[in-house]
């Protein structure tokens, strides 16, 4: 079966390191592309960044772009979402998922089950 | 940066119904999108991608339609199980910014 399990909740304080992280099995997890998505409390989502784990090549979003680090170890079948200093407006869900582009297609086909980062004082 | 516009925000219908989602691209995206449906507390699903392509498992009664800048997603005949949000996404372009729309609510009328 292919998955993508994600790492539990976490509770952090402004200004606090996080890294989280989605586990791919059941596939070859370096020959397609890994996105994050993020959603806000009571919100839609948002694209955030894409990573080939064979690779290790990465894109962001504008809206992202020096706010999060996106990475890959390839050895252990691992992406990695990470920020070196929370705010608050960081509480949200976080989701990766398996990118299609890499086959010629286009969506998101499988989802990991959500990190719910909450941020507060 | 592409602008993906759905509408309605909210639709209302009965078991049994229709129902007709669009989303609008500020740019054409050929048929580089896809459509997902989420329900309460559940990650998001792939329902359709490359605009009008089923996903493994996905329903018959779901079918996309559209390319360029406007899309459809119709839903048949609606089942208690596909009251959800939907959301489009474009996924095509090149550096990405694989946008997606704000959200279409289905609800039951």
Same mark, same amino acid.
């Not at chain 2, 996309?64 to 459809?72: L, R």
């Given at each position: 079966?292919?998955?993508?399990?994600?790492?539990?909740?976490?509770?952090?304080?402004?200004?606090?390191?996080?890294?989280?992280?989605c586990?791919?099995?059941?596939?070859?997890?370096?020959?397609?592309?890994?996105?994050?998505?993020?959603?806000?409390?009571?919100?839609?989502?948002?694209?955030?960044?894409?990573?080939?784990?064979?690779?290790?090549d990465?894109?962001?979003?504008?809206?992202?772009?020096?706010?999060?680090?996106?990475?890959? @170890?390839?050895?252990?079948?691992?992406?990695?979402?990470?920020?070196?200093?929370?705010?608050?407006?960081?509480?949200a869900?976080?989701?990766?998922?398996? @990118?299609?582009?890499?086959?010629?297609?286009?969506?998101? @086909?499988?989802?990991?089950?959500?990190?719910?980062?909450?941020?507060?004082? | 940066?592409?602008?993906?516009?759905?509408?309605?925000? /909210?639709?209302?219908?009965?078991?049994?119904?229709?129902? /007709?989602?669009?989303?609008?691209?500020?740019?054409?995206?050929?048929?580089?999108?896809?459509?997902?449906?989420?329900?309460?507390?559940?990650?998001?699903?792939?329902?359709?991608?490359?605009?009008?392509?089923?996903? /493994?498992?996905?329903?018959?009664?779901?079918?996309?339609?559209?390319?360029?800048?406007?899309?459809?997603?119709?839903?048949?005949?609606?089942?208690?199980?596909?009251?959800?949000?939907?959301?489009?996404?474009?996924?095509?372009?090149?550096p990405?910014?694989?946008?997606?729309?704000?959200?279409?609510?289905?609800?039951?009328?």
């Amino acid at each position: 079966e292919v998955q993508l399990v994600q790492s539990g909740a976490e509770v952090k304080k402004p200004g606090e390191s996080l890294k989280i992280s989605c586990k791919g099995s059941g596939y070859s997890f370096t020959t397609y592309w890994i996105g994050w998505v993020r959603q806000m409390p009571g919100k839609g989502l948002q694209w955030m960044g894409i990573i080939y784990p064979g690779d290790s090549d990465t894109r962001y979003s504008p809206s992202f772009q020096g706010q999060v680090t996106i990475s890959a @170890d390839k050895s252990i079948s691992t992406a990695y979402l990470q920020w070196s200093s929370l705010k608050a407006s960081d509480t949200a869900v976080y989701y990766c998922a398996r @990118d299609l582009y890499s086959s010629g297609r286009y969506g998101m @086909d499988v989802w990991g089950q959500g990190t719910t980062v909450t941020v507060s004082s | 940066e592409i602008v993906m516009t759905q509408s309605p925000a /909210t639709l209302s219908v009965s078991p049994g119904e229709r129902a /007709t989602l669009s989303c609008r691209a500020s740019q054409s995206v050929s048929n580089n999108l896809a459509w997902y449906q989420q329900k309460p507390g559940q990650a998001p699903r792939l329902l359709i991608y490359d605009a009008s392509t089923r996903a /493994t498992g996905i329903p018959a009664r779901f079918s996309g339609s559209g390319s360029g800048t406007e899309f459809t997603l119709t839903i048949s005949s609606l089942q208690s199980e596909d009251f959800a949000v939907y959301y489009c996404q474009q996924c095509g372009n090149w550096p990405p910014r694989f946008t997606f729309g704000q959200g279409t609510k289905v609800e039951i009328k």
